[in-house]
């Protein structure tokens, strides 16, 4: 996945966040090895001091751990990962509600626009898989 | 510390280049030397790499004072051609190799054969943008505590941009620290972790690039269009 | 450090010096060859032998100077344009980039001295020796060692004559020339140098304030040269010997070296605290 930093905001907030959704997406598994902070810094094209700092808040949170020689791996507690995962999804819900209540929808309206959308996007695959002869 | 500057000053027939320059650089950073045209950017790389002499204050890498000893130590890039177009580019790194204790000439070659630039053509045959990317890798090609890249991007297309950025970052060391100076910010900024911002010859910020996106809430070339308006 | 710029020094200016020494080698051959003709035996030749002289008297000063030139050219494209970013951020001291073109400089200008030096010789001999040979005269080679092997004043020839007149021997003579040609070619050398770094000084128009300086620097020495040849010339107004131009001969060339050793020392410590400035490059 590209990534793709915006200038406005600090950087490592922005590396945090995409480790973050690779590790719950799955990206990352749990117990996997991130590669090197250099390799890393370089994959992003950013500063290796900005990686280090991202990599050690990680760190501090506990969601990546490092082994002296080894280097740092992915944590292996699920329910941490499960528990961010929820955080950020509430984020993303709450973010979603605020906006849809900035433009004058209301919540059962909001729910059956929600339900609509599902809704065809499902019949859009169906025909999509039909096509395919699925 | 490797780069310290002490009330730098330079004076050209009573115009200040620069006024009290006072910085301090330690290892493993990539800093960003930000200013307009004229505000002294050129004037104060010249002076670390000893092409310049101040009118008062001192300099010193690593506690030498600028004479050959700091110049062993700096990898400097002029911001415009200065190799002999002469000379074959497998002569150039020989000559580089002889000099420079610290010159790694397997590194070049690597570089040079990833870019299919054949060292034993003449620097003159290549398109400008080959030889910008041959200067570079040979001040890239030094195991320097302290690089002096003056303007690397400028000119040059937004690919063999990103080819130098990529080679600064695979270059980086974290016992080295490199120096550039440029206008073109928001290509670069995200490879920097501290900038300076330069004003008429005064240090107006020097600070860490993720600290000032968090106090202003704008990136580093937004923050520099509001500071330098014209 | 200084072996390793002396090295590409050297490297850098073989190629031109060695065009211009190699057209002067053949130049000098054809020349042999001429000579070795009869050519010039009929009257209506002459016109022709003196343009040739010319031709070949004029190439040599070329030569001359063109070597000069080119190492003052040298000098400033490698230190004072794109080049001298490159060698001022090398981990040397000015006065070893001063030195290493000052070596190699010296070196390709004597060598060149010397060449024309024999190119000279060589022709000369080359004629002398078809002149003596078609005229038929035996014993050339006798005489001419008789008359050239004895250095001692007391003998009765060529040389004992050339004492008597100038107050010492060719040989004594030769060997101050070589001497001057030895200082004065360090002078040269120098004085271009000291022109261009003087010129770095000015704010612009470096080159043109170069020549300047060099012209300037050149009467400078001039000046002094015959000032410090006045010394013998008063030296005899105020003794009273009898012959005044054998002391005045002797002395005459003994100034002239001093003069340009005095110069030459000026000129070096000129050239050292110029280079230690540090310049300001375009």
Same mark, same amino acid.
């Given at each position: ?134 | ?25 330690? @290892?493993?950073?990539?800093?960003? *030397? ?9 004037? %104060?790389?010249?002076? !670390? &790499? $000893? ?80 030889? @910008?990317?041959?200067?570079?890798? *040979? ?9 002096? %890249?003056?303007?690397? !991007? &400028? $000119? ?75 | ?282």
């Amino acid at each position: 996945m590209p990534w793709n930093l915006n200038s406005d905001r600090p950087i490592f907030i922005q590396i945090i966040e995409k480790i973050q959704v690779d590790i719950i997406s799955g990206l990352y598994m749990p117990g996997d090895k991130l590669p090197s902070v250099r390799e890393l810094a370089q994959e992003a094209s950013v500063n290796p001091n900005t990686m280090q700092k991202a990599l050690s808040e990680l760190e501090r949170t506990g969601l990546v751990y490092a082994q002296r020689t080894s280097g740092r791996f992915i944590t292996e507690d699920t329910t941490m990962i499960d528990e961010l995962k929820s955080k950020l999804a509430k984020e993303i819900v709450t973010e979603f509600l605020e906006n849809m209540q900035k433009l004058g929808f209301q919540k059962e309206e909001t729910i059956s626009l929600l339900e609509k959308t599902l809704a065809t996007e499902k019949s859009t695959k169906g025909e999509a898989d039909n096509d395919t002869g699925m | 510390m490797i780069l310290e500057c002490k009330d730098l000053t330079k004076t050209y027939h009573g115009f200040p280049a620069l006024s009290d320059i006072s910085l301090q650089i330690d @290892e493993g950073h990539i800093i960003g *030397l930000l200013g307009p045209n004229g505000s002294g950017k050129t004037t %104060l790389i010249k002076l !670390i &790499a $000893g092409l310049l002499s101040p009118s008062s204050g001192t300099i010193s890498i690593e506690g030498n004072p600028v004479g050959p000893a700091s110049k062993s130590l700096i990898s400097y890039l002029p911001d415009h051609f200065y190799l002999d177009g002469h000379r074959k580019v497998k002569d150039i790194i020989g000559f580089f190799h002889d000099f420079y204790r610290d010159f790694e000439p397997l590194r070049a070659y690597d570089m040079l054969g990833k870019l299919n630039i054949d060292p034993n053509q003449k620097l003159k045959t290549f398109s400008k943008g080959t030889k @910008e990317k041959v200067h570079l890798i *040979l001040a890239m090609s030094r195991r320097a505590k302290l690089y002096l %890249l003056d303007e690397p !991007i &400028a $000119g040059v297309d937004p690919a063999a941009r990103d080819y130098i950025l990529q080679t600064i970052l695979s270059n980086y060391d974290e016992n080295a620290s490199i120096l550039i100076s440029t206008h073109l910010i928001s290509d670069i900024e995200n490879i920097l972790d501290q900038v300076v911002f330069l004003h008429k010859g005064r240090i107006h910020t020097h600070a860490c690039v993720d600290e000032l996106r968090q106090e202003t809430h704008k990136s580093i070339d937004d923050l520099f269009r509001e500071v330098f308006k014209c | 450090m200084l072996r390793k710029l002396l090295k590409y020094e050297w490297r850098a200016t073989c190629k031109v010096m060695v065009i211009m020494d190699s057209a002067l080698i053949l130049l000098t051959l054809a020349g042999c060859c001429i000579l070795h003709t009869d050519i010039f035996n009929h009257t209506d030749a002459v016109p022709m032998a003196v343009l040739m002289v010319t031709l070949y008297a004029l190439s040599l000063t070329a030569l001359g100077i063109a070597t000069l030139f080119y190492l003052y050219f040298r000098f400033y494209r490698n230190l004072f344009t794109q080049e001298g970013y490159l060698m001022h951020t090398l981990p040397v001291t000015p006065l070893q980039l001063l030195h290493s073109k000052l070596i190699v400089g010296y070196i390709w200008t004597l060598l060149n001295a010397s060449l024309i030096m024999v190119s000279i010789l060589c022709l000369a001999f080359v004629a002398g020796y078809h002149f003596a040979v078609t005229h038929g005269m035996d014993g050339i080679w006798d005489r001419m060692i008789k008359e050239l092997a004895l250095e001692s004043p007391a003998a009765e020839n060529g040389i004992n004559a050339f004492y008597k007149i100038f107050g010492y021997t060719p040989l004594e003579f030769f060997r101050q020339l070589i001497w001057l040609q030895l200082i004065g070619s360090f002078v040269s050398l120098l004085t271009g140098y000291v022109s261009i770094l003087l010129g770095q000084l000015i704010e612009k128009y470096k080159l043109m304030a170069s020549v300047g300086f060099y012209i300037a620097l050149y009467i400078i020495n001039q000046i002094f040269c015959s000032i410090l040849m006045l010394v013998p010339g008063l030296q005899i107004l105020v003794q009273d010997t009898g012959n005044f131009l054998y002391s005045y001969y002797r002395d005459m060339m003994g100034y002239a070296i001093l003069s340009q050793f005095l110069v030459g020392i000026v000129f070096y410590i000129a050239a050292v605290f110029l280079m230690r400035r540090r310049v300001n490059l375009d």
